[in-house]
């Protein structure tokens, strides 16, 4: 526990620090790209990307190994990785475009024919008499306990760099998620903003392969948006939100990692995320299952309330037993069942309104239906004065609103 704290805290050593932000800058890059990847529905396509990068990295490292002694030069592993998933990104492109396969399914040839290959690549390293196979398998899942000072800055300036592209297309790639055909009429080239998007996600992918693992990066460029999408509409909010979390989630699952260097990192990187994603779903306040649960115990109580008023002002009786315990807590009714003089005025209030709505529903069919939720509160709140006025107008001369005290019944 003292290594994690060290390590979280940044304490830890040099090297230590300088693999955590790598993996934070990382986070924050993939997170923010991830969320116009997750907008424009292609999160499938950076699966396919990330099992393509294998037999890349496999065939680069035999020839740079064979040939120069430099397999283990991230730098080379990483360019063979970008290549390879290049291609693959434009294999699944061209079978989508000259055949009659869907999009998935051309995601999951791609995907299964370059990961075996690259397996089959693995096992013929495995065979071969040459140096430098140990921690290839790094790649698979990630590992930064091994990571040099040369590769964290690498991958660090890389995410970096995506990252600040990002922001500066954020514009452009908010409007090719949104609204396609109008990006192409304000003069965007809509096919080279959308290969450009591919291309920073290849760059997130191939970057993350040392920190995460091909297995496992998709998860670095979806949980991210995922998680913030629970917090927010707003698209730059958004973006910094995903960013955060993906920042937050790698810092402190690098820093597990460092302090516990048989596990493997991409793993605990995206059992961080996801605990970050269990809590958005549960505790967001706009779409967490806590708020959503508290907005409908709060509506199912309007409901009664107004449905127990309503009864009193037509002197019907309330039988309901939540809506008994509402009126009487809310000094509506009396132990007795009886309506009190507060409940009595309030019935009244009640009835005029739903009468006023009613009439507006009559008067104004297509308005009212998109305001079917807002019919609950009082209709002062929602329409403008000058409607409401035109309402009262319209139903004053058939509204007779009695003064009689309600006689007593079941109640």
Not at 131 to 142: I, P
Not at 234 to 255: E, H, N, Q, T
Request: one cysteine or more; hydrophobic letters at 55%.
């Amino acid at each position: 526990m003292e290594q994690f704290f060290a390590a979280l805290t940044m304490s830890a050593g040099y090297n230590t620090a300088l693999v955590c932000v790598g993996a934070a800058l990382l986070g924050a890059a993939s997170g923010a790209i991830g969320v116009f990847v997750l907008l424009r529905k292609r999160t499938l396509v950076s699966d396919a990307i990330s099992h393509a990068t294998l037999p890349g990295v496999a065939l680069a490292f035999i020839i740079a190994q064979t040939y120069f002694d430099s397999g283990r030069s991230l730098p080379v592993l990483l360019f063979g990785a970008a290549l390879s998933a290049g291609i693959g990104v434009l294999a699944v492109d061209w079978i989508k475009t000259h055949t009659r396969l869907t999009e998935d399914a051309a995601i999951g040839t791609v995907l299964s024919t370059f990961f075996a290959v690259g397996m089959v690549l693995l096992t013929v390293i495995q065979s071969m008499s040459i140096a430098g196979q140990a921690g290839l398998e790094g790649f698979l899942l990630g590992a930064t306990s091994g990571m040099l000072k040369s590769e964290a800055m690498t991958i660090a300036l890389a995410a970096g760099l995506v990252g600040l592209a990002v922001v500066l297309r954020m514009k452009e790639f908010s409007l090719l998620c949104f609204d396609e055909d109008f990006a192409a009429a304000s003069g965007y080239n809509v096919r080279w903003l959308d290969r450009t998007l591919l291309l920073l996600l290849l760059g997130v992918v191939v970057i993350g392969l040392k920190t995460v693992g091909l297995v496992l990066i998709i998860a670095l460029a979806i949980i991210p948006p995922v998680a913030a999408r629970f917090w927010t509409d707003r698209v730059p909010v958004l973006v910094a939100i995903a960013a955060g979390i993906g920042a937050s989630g790698s810092f402190i699952g690098a820093a597990i990692s460092a302090s516990a260097p048989n596990m493997p990192t991409g793993g605990l990187i995206v059992l961080v995320l996801f605990s970050f994603f269990v809590v958005s779903l549960l505790i967001s306040p706009v779409r967490g299952i806590l708020a959503a649960a508290l907005k409908h115990y709060r509506f199912q109580r309007i409901v009664h309330l107004r449905q127990g008023l309503l009864a009193i002002a037509h002197n019907e009786p309330v039988l309901e037993p939540l809506t008994r315990s509402i009126l009487r807590k809310g000094g509506f009714m009396s132990g007795d069942g009886q309506p009190t003089f507060k409940g009595q005025s309030e019935a009244r209030l009640i009835e005029r309104d739903q009468k006023l709505w009613n009439l507006y529903r009559e008067i104004y069919p297509e308005e009212s239906h998109a305001l079917a939720d807002w019919s609950l509160k009082p209709i002062g709140q929602v329409l403008p004065a000058d409607t409401v006025k035109v309402l009262e107008d319209e139903l004053c001369p058939h509204l007779v609103v009695s003064t009689e005290t309600p006689k007593g019944g079941a109640i």
